[in-house]
């Protein structure tokens, strides 16, 4: 089991709230995903020329320091570096592909946790309310956020098994569910490029929509196609750039309540953590249907 | 009256209550519950719950006697198990709602989503609006009335049970097959639809959906598949 919360902003007045009111909707998922738990915030979008990356640092003791050092001898005086906990943001006017191959090849101790313009991984073992603390995002102003709690059924729980995992540019998944067929798919997916860190069956969902946009499909297109090769039960949330989408298996084990008011949408696995949003009361809610996709924003 | 607030009271303080006689013929209040989960489970006495707002998990859950009012939609498992009374909700019920339910009469003013009235054995279920796919799988006794649409496989494997449905079923389920309407059902249905104080209905939309009865007995030409 695990819990799934969506929030994104449709008026400015709430942004600088977002964060608060997602921190609310996510310790409410606290019974369904104690383990752990991660957050994808949208927020502070960079110039059109730079590129934000999201690092956690292997060791939680590391001094951000000298990797800052190379950030600057490598991108320039210009390259901003922000640790927060064992995680660092880095903003930096370079191409994102040589970026994120130089993190890559160049600073084994750290890994990407997102990259794009606007998007932040921040994931953690631990109780999700723990986990708000330590990175603070309650304080934070955003646009949107996803945010997920675990709670480990098929594989282990470490922060590389924990979501949202990134799935491209300003992309992530976080997963409700279990997927049967995650390791041939792994496989097949591996023997095409794709990359995956663990063995996790919600990160083949990320890296099989990673490898279909890859091929120039569309978020649509690759959830639509995700609905005929991946086996198993899910209710995903995936946020993009401006907004965010839902899907739930064609069986629809797995909750899910949309709801939506003038000033925000909001998903979550369940009805008591939109409870928290001012207005939920009189909010239009209503459960998505099996094999729906579902999506806010642009993209 | 009592009122609970369950943004102050917790919700075993509101069970506990509605398990004794202490709130036999009383009328009770519950408030902001917030879509917690169990509220109002295991009522043993009859009394009135009216509770005004959405409610989480397993509402009215193994309900005896008790009369509930959900002035709000419920999240999955209403009135699982329940063995008597009524659960009446005014908006719409998610998953399984009346999953294996003995007795009693369940009123979703709404919709109910997948697999309403599973395995249900001898409640009777009035839906207003629409139902989700898988409802009345495995459904061994008891009515489901629908005034709106059933999802896909509808009554897959049923037994006795009996559903009256005003609108279309995407599909029929395994061995579930539309069968005649005959006075005696549409008595029944109208006995129905007025212990759901519903009305404005037309029986003579409804058409009635039951077992084939193939899939009860071992058939012999089947022998060579063992």
Known sequence: ?299 | MNTFDLANESVRQLNQTLHSNQCKDAEIAVINPGGKHSIAVGAMVNCQVNIDGHVGYYCAGMNQQADIVINGNAGPGLAENMMSGTVRVKGNASQYCAATAHGGLLVVEGDAAARCGISMKGIDIVVQGSIGHMSAFMAQTGRLVVFGDAGDALGDSIYEARIYLQGQPKSLGSDCIEKPMNDEHKQELGELLARANSTGVDISNFRRYGSARELYNFKVDNLSAY
């Not at chain 1, 090849?105 to 990259?115: A, N």
């Not at chain 1, 603070?136 to 102003?141: H, I, Q």
């Open chain 1, 1 to 299: 089991m695990c819990g799934i919360i969506g929030l994104y902003s449709k008026t400015p007045e709430l942004e600088s709230k977002l964060g608060q009111l997602a921190c609310d909707m996510l310790r409410q998922m606290t019974d369904r995903g104690p383990d752990s738990a991660g957050f994808a915030i949208y927020r502070d979008q960079v110039e059109d020329n730079q590129v934000k990356v999201t690092l956690r640092l292997l060791d939680d003791q590391a001094d951000i320091e000298p990797i800052r050092s190379r950030f600057a001898d490598k991108f320039g005086e210009s390259a901003r570096v922000e640790q927060n906990a064992n995680h660092a943001v880095a903003v930096l006017a370079a191409d994102k592909q040589s970026v994120a191959d130089w993190i890559k090849s160049e600073l084994p101790e750290c890994v990407i946790t997102s990259i794009g313009s606007a998007i932040e991984i921040y994931k953690e073992k631990g109780l999700p309310g723990d986990v708000i603390d330590q990175f603070g995002f309650e304080a934070m102003a955003a646009t949107h956020a996803l945010g997920h709690t675990r709670m480990a059924t098929e594989s282990a729980v470490t922060t590389e098994h924990s979501h949202p995992f990134s799935t491209g540019l300003d992309l992530c998944l976080v997963h409700n569910g279990s997927l049967s067929n995650h390791n041939q798919l792994r496989e097949k997916l591996r023997k095409d490029g794709v990359e995956f860190q663990t063995d996790n069956d919600s990160e083949v969902a990320a890296g099989y929509l990673t490898w279909q946009l890859g091929r120039g499909a569309t978020l649509k297109q690759a959830l639509e196609a995700a609905l005929e090769d991946l086996d198993g039960f899910y209710t995903f949330a995936i946020g993009t750039k401006k907004g965010f989408a839902v899907l739930r298996d064609p069986i629809a084990c797995k909750p899910a309540v949309i709801a939506e008011t003038d000033d925000w949408v909001a998903m979550s696995s369940e009805y008591r953590a939109i409870a928290q949003l001012p207005g939920s009361e009189a909010a239009k809610i209503w459960e998505p249907e099996p094999a729906t996709i579902y999506s806010w924003g642009d993209d």
